[in-house]
C-alpha cells in the first residue's frame, strides 16, 4: 500500500498547487508573506528555535543589539513562504517571471574559475532562495551537480529531477556523494554544497560561528585540497525587482592536509556564510539547530 498512497499524495500535492502557480507572480509573494506569518504563528517549535538562535547571536555580538528577535524571526518566516511560492512555480514551469527578475554580479569569477580546468565548488547557504540560486544558475552559467537529500516519496522525487534536468540541473544524493562529487570535479564540472547546517563531529570541524562553536562541514576544503578545485562563494538574495546572485573571487585555501590547515580553510569557507547572514539576517534559516552538539 506505500506506493499507491505516496503516488496518491504526490497527487494531490500537484494538484492543489496548481492553483498557487498560477497567480501573478507579485502578487504571489504577497501571499507567500501571508504563508509566512500562517508558518510563524502554527509551526511553534521552529518559531522558539529561531527566536532562540537569534537571542544568542545578539549576546554573542555577532547580530546588532537592535535586531527584535522575534520581528526577525517573522521576516525570516515569511522568507521562506516566499520562497515556497516561487519554487511551486517554477515546478510547475512557470519559472519566467522569477529568472527575468533575477541578475547575477561577478560573473567574471566564474569563468576565471571554470577556464583552470580543475572544477568548481559552489559553496553557498540556506539564504535567501537557495533553490532558485540553483536553477538559474545553471541555466545561466553552466550546468551544475547539487548535493541533496532524496525525497522520501519517489514520485516528488522524480519531478524534482525532471525541473532540474530541464536546467540543467543534476543531483548527486548524499549516500556515497564524496567519490561523485570528485569524480565531477576531476571531470572540470561544478559542483554545488549547502555548508550552513549543523553536521556529525565525525563530519566536521568545530569552529566559531557567528559569535559560538558549531560543527561545520569540512567536506569543501579536504576535497579542495585534494582535488586542486576552486572554490567559489555564490549567494542570493532578494531585491525589490526579484534577485540578485553574487560570485565572489575564489577563496584562497592553505596548502596542506592537517587538521590545523583543514579548520583554519573551513573557517575561510564559512566565513562568507557569516557575512550573508549579518548583512541579510532575514533570509537566513534560523528554524535549524545550527549550534547543537556543542
Known sequence: MKRPLQFLTASLIYIFTLPLALIPYRLSLKVGSLL?????????SRRRIAIENIKRCIESGALDKSIHPSRLALESF??????????????????????????????????DASNKGKGILVITGHCGNWEVLALYSSYKMSSLSVVARALNNPYLNRLVERVR?????????????????????R?????????????????GVKIPFLGRDAWTM?????IATKTGASVLPVFI?????????????????????SEDVVVENTKRISSFVETYIK???????????????T
Not at 512555480?89 to 541578475?103: L, P, Q, S
Not at 569540512?218 to 579536504?222: I, L
Open 187 to 203: 571531470r572540470g564540472s561544478s559542483v554545488g554544497i549547502l555548508i550552513d547546517q549543523s553536521v556529525l563531529p565525525s563530519e
Open 36 to 44: 509566512g506569518l500562517l508558518g510563524y504563528n502554527l509551526w511553534g
Open 237 to 257: 538574495n532578494r531585491t525589490p525587482k526579484g534577485h540578485r546572485i553574487k560570485v565572489y573571487p575564489e577563496v584562497e585555501l592553505k596548502k596542506g592536509s
Open 78 to 111: 515569511k522568507n521562506l513562504g516566499k520562497s515556497l511560492m516561487e519554487i511551486v512555480r517554477i515546478y510547475h514551469g512557470r519559472a519566467e517571471a522569477i529568472f527575468k527578475n533575477t541578475e547575477i554580479a561577478g560573473l567574471e569569477h566564474y569563468i
Open 279 to 293: 548583512e541579510n539576517p532575514a533570509e537566513w534559516l534560523w528554524i535549524h539547530r545550527r549550534w547543537k552538539r
Open 165 to 185: 534536468q530541464k536546467y540543467g540541473n543534476r543531483v548527486i544524493y548524499k549516500q556515497g556523494a564524496l567519490r561523485e562529487i570528485i569524480r565531477e570535479l
Open 218 to 222: 569540512k567536506t569543501p576544503a579536504v
